[in-house]
T-cell receptor, first 110, second 115 residues
Framework: GENVEQHPSTLSVQEGDSAVIKCTYSDSASNYFPWYKQELGKGPQLIIDIRSNVGEKKDQRIAVTLNKTAKHFSLHITETQPEDSAVYFCAARVFNKFYFGSGTKLNVKP | DAGVIQSPRHEVTEMGQEVTLRCKPISGHNSLFWYRQTMMRGLELLIYFNNNVPIDDSGMPEDRFSAKMPNASFSTLKIQPSEPRDSAVYFC?????????????FGPGTRLTVT
């Protein structure tokens, strides 16, 4: 089955700086790559996604890039704010099953 | 829409007891997923349904776990008998499985503690 690896496991940045989280996947049949933000005590919240036929997608301060050849995709958060502090998960969809990375705990220091 | 609804939000039970977790997916969604989240293993897919039919239950840990989806708006995950190692947060998620939309939305989860 699909294997999704996510790095780093923890990331600490200063408010206003950028944060980048990277994921790799193994199954070339993966066609959809969502990113989730999970705050303490809550369920994962979909924040941005990208399909396999698109290389980049942006939504205000967050963006996702996809390199199908290398089988990796990344989440970019610019101008980070304290409320961005949370655990972020990447995922890959293969035949309607979603495989998740192990998560990145992002800490934005004010 | 109210989003995916799960109940109860917290469940504390003793080893050996039966536990039933409930989920109401987003109206119009035809796929439903049950996940388990622990610190050690992260987010694990237990089972998923498409059009109320179980498609893949390879993630169900053992026969103590069972899931049903009697109709498009309700699903249950049952553990009988429960064990301390079942303690985790259980999430239900739903999506519309089609060529135009793949987004999967999670419920708030049920935190299960088995003593």
């Amino acid at each position: 089955g699909e294997n999704v690896e996510q790095h780093p496991s923890t990331l600490s940045v200063q408010e206003g700086d950028s944060a980048v989280i990277k994921c790799t996947y193994s199954d070339s049949a993966s066609n959809y790559f969502p990113w989730y933000k999970q705050e303490l005590g809550k369920g994962p919240q979909l924040i941005i996604d990208i399909r396999s036929n698109v290389g980049e997608k942006k939504d205000q301060r967050i963006a996702v890039t996809l390199n199908k050849t290398a089988k990796h995709f990344s989440l970019h958060i610019t101008e980070t704010q304290p409320e961005d502090s949370a655990v972020y998960f990447c995922a890959a969809r293969v035949f309607n099953k979603f495989y998740f990375g192990s998560g990145t705990k992002l800490n934005v220091k004010p | 829409d109210a989003g995916v609804i799960q109940s109860p939000r917290h469940e504390v039970t003793e080893m050996g007891q039966e536990v039933t977790l409930r989920c109401k997916p987003i109206s119009g969604h035809n796929s439903l997923f049950w996940y388990r989240q622990t610190m050690m293993r992260g987010l694990e897919l237990l089972i998923y349904f498409n059009n109320n039919v179980p498609i893949d239950d390879s993630g169900m840990p053992e026969d103590r776990f069972s899931a049903k989806m009697p109709n498009a708006s309700f699903s249950t995950l049952k553990i009988q008998p429960s064990e301390p190692r079942d303690s985790a947060v259980y999430f239900c998620a739903s999506s519309f499985s089609g060529t135009l939309s793949y987004e999967q939305y999670f419920g708030p989860g049920t935190r299960l503690t088995v003593t």
